[in-house]
């Protein structure tokens, strides 16, 4: 019954002929096309670039340039520079050794690593992602992190955005993110935020404060908090300034959403991850992929699109028809939440009163508290009031909350707080951010003592500390007077 439900609330919405249902939504293979595409421009690309003139070199002609950098300062430096340049993959191998071995001086490491980033060829490149990925030393990674900044090739910012989850060293993440800012991609900037608060040194809070600052600035933008703001919530102005993605950076972006079919699950955790942090160009991509002949591609596709967030707004009329695929509707109707698209909220709300898939009926009540409009309030209430599983009428009271109709359900959301059979954790948020936005003197108070009962950043508390909390905390809403 899900397919018709869905097809009827899309043909309401659109005007697709009345009660005619659209089309069905269709699968074809479009990852492998994309990137039988893509491999052909590539490789069309590649063969317009006469490959470099194979040279001899002297034995200790490139690590002599190296100590020459390593010890050299001012205009001396320009020297090595111009002839590595000159050099360019001939010097490659040695450079590469050179700054990954462990016997040679950490200044010439250093060095070999710049070097590297001044030939910046294709080979080079790669060799700076293997340091910035598996150098055991701190310092040599965020070295390289620099270097790929500078080699103008963004088809690095898929393993520079995967590196970002998996770093430990701040120093490190701070070069990460200003890498991929130089690609006019700043997912790093939440990232460079938790270093700039965090409680380490004031060394590396003033850097990645000096990097937001910077980094705002190549953006055109003053102030680093709007530059964040501007970038996690979609910049609908256009204000930021766009990145073209090369063929090869489009390139890998498919072929880590064909990873998404993937059975190994950090695999295709590590694409969801890369491929939500991209760029809005992905929207285009991600949504032909919604078409794709793999249901797993469809599915993970979908929650790249939710996990992108307000970025992702244009992909709202694909993930609207992507409602009518059975495969698909559940994942969409969260992912048209995730993105919050307006439009999809008549079909949301049909879904929500008039489907027998419950699951998906739960998906349409969050997406709907997502969008946050007042006109989902009476479909939500009905659910809330009604003699309906409780994860529906704990995700309707959720959404009310959303909505602007908290005053409602509180007491509703106060007896899941403490009910074992309700998700307890969501009923505690949702009640943080329905007492946040109350104004009365009582409430602003309540809500002070409520912040303070919470556990200290980093802390993971016990089961027991938890217990303590939920009932300290419902005691507090208690006083509040209805």
């Known amino acids: 019954m899900r397919l018709p439900l869905a097809c009827a609330a899309l043909g309401a919405l659109a005007g697709c002929g009345g009660a005619d249902a659209p089309a069905a939504f269709e699968h074809y293979p479009a990852v492998e096309r994309a990137i039988a595409r893509l491999e052909a421009e590539v490789a069309a690309q590649e063969r317009a670039e006469p490959p470099p003139a194979a ?9 002599g340039l190296v100590r020459m950098l390593a010890h050299s300062s001012g205009r001396a430096r320009e020297l090595p520079l111009e002839e590595v340049r000159a050099l360019g993959d001939a010097a490659t191998p040695t450079l590469a050794a050179l700054a990954a071995g462990a016997e040679t001086a950490p200044e010439e490491r250093a060095a070999a690593c710049e070097l590297l980033g001044e030939v910046a060829s294709q080979l080079a490149t790669s060799h700076l ?36 989850k998996y770093e430990a060293d701040q120093e490190v993440v701070v070069w990460l993110a ?37 980094i705002a600035q ?35 972006a498919w072929r880590r959403i064909r990873d998404l079919r993937d059975f190994q699950l ?18 285009d991509p991600l949504c032909e992929a ?92 009905a659910v809330v009031e009604g003699e309906e599983p409780l994860d529906l009428r704990q995700a309707g009271a959720t959404s009310m909350v959303q909505a602007g109709a908290g005053d409602e359900v509180a007491l509703r959301l106060l007896a899941m707080m403490s009910d074992p059979a ?29 912040l303070a009962l919470a556990p200290p950043p980093g802390i993971i508390p016990t089961a027991e500390e938890v217990e303590q909390r939920l009932a300290r905390r419902a005691e507090l809403l208690r006083a509040i007077p209805r």
Not at 56 to 63: I, K, T
Not at 194 to 210: F, G, K, Y
Request: proline share 6%.
């Open 266 to 283: 950090r695999g295709v955790d590590d694409g969801r991850f890369v491929l939500s942090r991209l760029g809005t160009w992905i929207v």
């Open 178 to 214: 200003s890498a991929a800012a130089a690609y006019r991609n700043y997912a790093g900037l939440e990232a460079l935020w938790m270093v700039r608060n965090a409680p380490r040194t004031t060394d590396l809070s003033a850097l990645a404060e000096e990097r937001l600052a910077a």
């Open 218 to 252: 190549e953006a055109g933008v003053a102030d680093p908090d709007e530059h964040y703001q501007l970038w996690f919530g979609g910049d609908p102005e256009g204000r930021l300034p766009a990145a073209e993605p090369s063929a090869r950076l489009r390139l890998e």
């Open 55 to 63: 040279r001899e070199l002297e034995r200790e002609h490139v690590p």
């Open 290 to 381: 919604l078409h794709d002949d793999d249901r797993y591609v469809r599915v993970h596709a979908a929650q790249c699109l939710e996990r992108m967030g307000p970025r992702a707004l244009a992909a709202g009329p694909t993930l609207l028809t992507a409602l009518s695929d059975p495969t698909l509707a559940i994942d969409a109707a969260a992912a048209l939440g995730g993105v919050a698209y307006p439009g999809a909220e008549p079909a949301l709300r049909e879904l929500l009163t008039s489907s027998r898939d419950h699951e998906l009926r739960v998906a349409a009540a969050r997406a709907l508290g997502r969008l946050g409009l007042a006109v989902s309030i009476p479909a939500l209430r």
């Open 129 to 164: 992602l293997e340091l910035c990925e598996k150098a055991p030393e701190a310092w040599l990674r965020a070295h390289a992190a620099f270097q790929l900044g500078r080699v103008g090739r963004d088809h690095v910012l898929p393993r520079v955005l995967r590196r970002l």
């Open 422 to 450: 309700a998700d307890r954790p969501a009923a505690e948020a949702a009640l943080e951010q329905w007492l946040s936005g109350r104004e009365d003197a009582v409430s602003r108070a309540v809500f002070e003592r409520w």
